[in-house]
């Protein structure tokens, strides 16, 4: 590293934590101990000064937890400079607006753009396309997204996300849905993201969501896909959710029945598959299995029809008002329906239709965390396991206090890779990692947001 690489840099712009004494060269305060690093490294700013002083470490030299906030301060610098090639993209094709002196049409100014950048950057056509487009939606539509973006907040898996998610929204209604979800964008994984954005779509405009559900729904079908294998595939289009719901969960948990049985040597997928053309041919398995119920969460208020916030079916998402009333007032349904408090959004009711025997702790922690409580695992309560926080070889009891559910993956992550967790006050689930990093499970994971 030389003093050149810091031209025009204060001692202001030195990370958090780096205080050179006096008269000592900036590069020199800059250039790190592999004692540490600085405090708060990867909560600084990304830009010139992050990216020379994370160029020079050697990360092999630190301990595994500094490692970890040196990866959080890479990948800030890599939004930084994706927003950077957005931004470049956005330019090219404002240049091409106006090629050679004539005003162009914006859909010719954004071919031309996307094909000197397919070139330049050696993209296929369909690539430099979608990222022109993306870059444009960046810099016209959603600016409050691409500062994100620059600023490392989001990652571009998230902002394209984003992008998507509200690309059927007016402009104001995307405005307003990116401004709801900002704060809580960078702590959410992509999938809890899109869940989130869902329901913002939902309660922005019931009227508009409504009207694409019964859209999709009227256009449901059956598509069969031959394949170069001389199989087959069967796609089922713009099923009602609880139905496919319902079908899911029923095939899932016969064929984990058929999983256990001896001599049983077929995979899960093969077993689900199997069933699932027995049930279309008419042949049911040997034991009828009521596991196809499945759980719908609804605000009182929205039962009762004073508002329109969306339900949640689980496993799946949202759903508008009107299909999560349907469900909860229908007597032969196979869902149980737990009823939220409008202001905490903890379940007060749960209403379980039918007799299926089950233990009462595994069903009120089932209700509780309706998924598997590890940082960003979406995974049904019913398919996961129920495990004891504190163990029982520990002195851990069997009560409600003590259960959680994780799925089976996570599950081992705990017992065999060392990590811990513990329920927090405000009923969220802290973990902490085998380096010793503490992340918060996110409230997607943990009940249904109530309005606020």
Not at 120 to 146: M, W
Not at 147 to 155: Q, Y
Not at 235 to 251: S, V
Not at 410 to 435: A, E, M, N, S, V
């Amino acid at each position: 590293m030389t003093e050149r690489a810091y031209s025009g840099l204060t001692v202001e712009d030195l990370p958090f934590g780096v205080e050179p004494p006096a008269g000592m060269p900036l590069s020199a305060a800059i250039e790190p101990s592999y004692d540490g690093i600085p405090s708060r490294l990867d909560e600084m700013s990304p830009g010139p000064v992050m990216g020379a002083f994370l160029a020079s470490l050697d990360v092999s030299k630190l301990s595994g937890y500094d490692q970890i906030v040196v990866l959080r301060a890479h990948q800030k610098m890599a939004s930084y400079y994706q927003a950077a090639i957005y931004q470049d993209m956005a330019a090219v094709n404002t240049t091409m607006l106006t090629h050679d002196g004539y005003p162009q049409p914006d859909v010719e100014a954004a071919e031309m753009a996307a094909a000197e950048i397919r070139v330049a950057l050696n993209l296929t056509r369909h690539s430099a396309d979608v990222e022109v487009q993306f870059a444009l939606e960046l810099h016209r539509r959603l600016p409050r997204l691409f500062d994100m973006l620059s600023s490392g907040l989001i990652d571009v898996r998230r902002a394209k996300v984003i992008e998507r998610g509200t690309a059927h929204l007016s402009d104001a209604t995307a405005h307003a849905v990116l401004e709801d979800i900002a704060d809580d964008a960078p702590e959410l994984t992509t999938g809890e993201l899109r869940a989130r954005l869902k329901t913002l779509c939902i309660e922005t405009d019931p009227d508009e969501a409504k009207d694409r559900y019964d859209t999709a729904v009227a256009n449901r079908r059956i598509v069969i896909e031959p394949t170069d294998a001389g199989t087959a595939n069967l796609h089922a289009y713009d099923l009602p959710a609880d139905e496919a719901a319902a079908i899911g969960n029923r095939i899932h948990a016969e064929a984990t029945r058929l999983r256990g049985t001896a001599g049983e040597t077929r995979t899960m997928d093969q077993l689900r598959t199997d069933l699932l053309i027995d049930y279309l041919n008419g042949i049911s398995p040997s034991s009828v299995s009521q596991a196809g119920s499945v759980d719908v969460t609804i605000t009182m208020e929205s039962l009762v029809g004073l508002t329109d916030h969306p339900g949640e079916l689980a496993g799946f998402g949202p759903i508008i008002a009107d299909v999560a009333r349907k469900l909860a007032n229908d007597p032969n349904n196979k869902l149980r329906i737990i009823i939220c408090d409008n202001t905490t959004g903890e379940p007060t009711h749960v209403v379980t239709p039918t007799r299926r025997p089950s233990a009462a702790q595994r069903r009120r922690t089932e209700i509780r965390s309706r998924a598997c409580v590890f940082p960003g695992c979406r995974m049904p309560a019913r398919q996961s396991d129920i495990d004891h926080t504190k163990a029982v070889a520990a002195g851990g009891e069997t009560c409600d206090c003590n259960l959680a559910p994780l799925c089976r993956h996570d599950h081992c992550i705990k017992h065999q890779h060392g990590w811990t967790y513990q329920r927090l006050p405000d009923g969220r689930w802290q973990w902490t990692t085998r380096l010793g990093h503490t992340y918060t499970q996110t409230a997607e994971s943990r009940y249904l947001k109530p309005d606020t």
